[in-house]
């Protein structure tokens, strides 16, 4: 499978508890984006890595959220202290960011089939 | 605070139609425009990509981009109830075009048999 993985595909967990997520994107794509979705809406972005750098994360992102990416390959996602809120598709995404379309890069972006957070 | 505005539907369309979604931005310096179908219970998959003002067609899908009026729009011909699922329009920020994307809420389309 050649696509963008993410484990585990559910978690169920207690608040308070400490969650964990990891996605592998597709090999030789060197940006992953981390992304929310809630019933109803459309992804909402969380933070993007272009190798290992964190190059942006939203005000959505609260200091109980850590995300990293070591080594440029797969990333981590961690929750700190998880509350009801934070039940969500937890998305993540990948992209080569490459040659220049017309001074237009071509980022499209492939999702993972997602991890889906209930915190009960 | 950039914006994607698509409206909710449902939009049914009977098998064979031509199902039209649409989709405003409100960045102005936005150069890339994407579609994304979420089945449900599913992630999202990108089906098209427009850079361009005026159409881009591949198979039974259209894309349709005007910068000036920041509207984007998406139609599929021959609509199968395979095409039933939420189609999400999704915009980069800013003029760069390869960063974070802002998507929309999504138009569920149903396509009866």
């Known amino acids: 499978d050649t696509g963008v993985s993410q484990n585990p595909r559910h978690k169920i967990t207690k608040r308070g508890q400490n969650v964990t997520f990891r996605c592998d994107p597709i090999s030789e794509h060197n940006r992953l984006y981390w992304y929310r979705q809630t019933l109803g809406q459309g992804p909402e972005f969380l933070t993007y890595f272009q190798n290992e750098a964190q190059l942006e994360k939203s005000r959505l992102l609260s200091d109980r959220f850590s995300a990293e990416r070591p080594k440029g390959s797969f990333s981590t996602l961690e929750i700190q202290r998880t509350e009801q809120g934070d039940s969500a598709m937890y998305l993540c995404a990948s992209s080569l960011l490459g040659p220049r379309d017309r001074g237009r890069s071509r980022n499209e972006q492939f999702f993972g089939p997602g991890t889906r957070l209930t915190v009960l | 605070q950039k914006e994607v505005e698509q409206n909710s539907g449902p939009l049914s369309v009977p098998e064979g139609a031509i199902a039209s979604l649409n989709c405003t931005y409100s960045d102005r310096g936005s150069q890339s425009f994407f579609w994304y179908r979420q089945y449900s219970g599913k992630s999202p998959e990108l089906i098209m990509f427009i850079y361009s003002n005026g159409d881009k067609e591949d198979g039974r899908f259209t894309a349709q981009l005007n910068k000036a009026s920041q509207y984007v729009s998406l139609l599929i011909r021959d609509s199968q109830p395979s095409d039933s699922a939420t189609y999400l329009c999704?915009?980069?920020?800013?003029?760069?075009?390869?960063?974070?994307?802002?998507f929309g809420k999504g138009t569920m389309l149903l396509v009866s048999p």
């Open positions: 999704a915009v980069p920020p800013g003029a760069s075009g390869y960063s974070t994307l802002t």
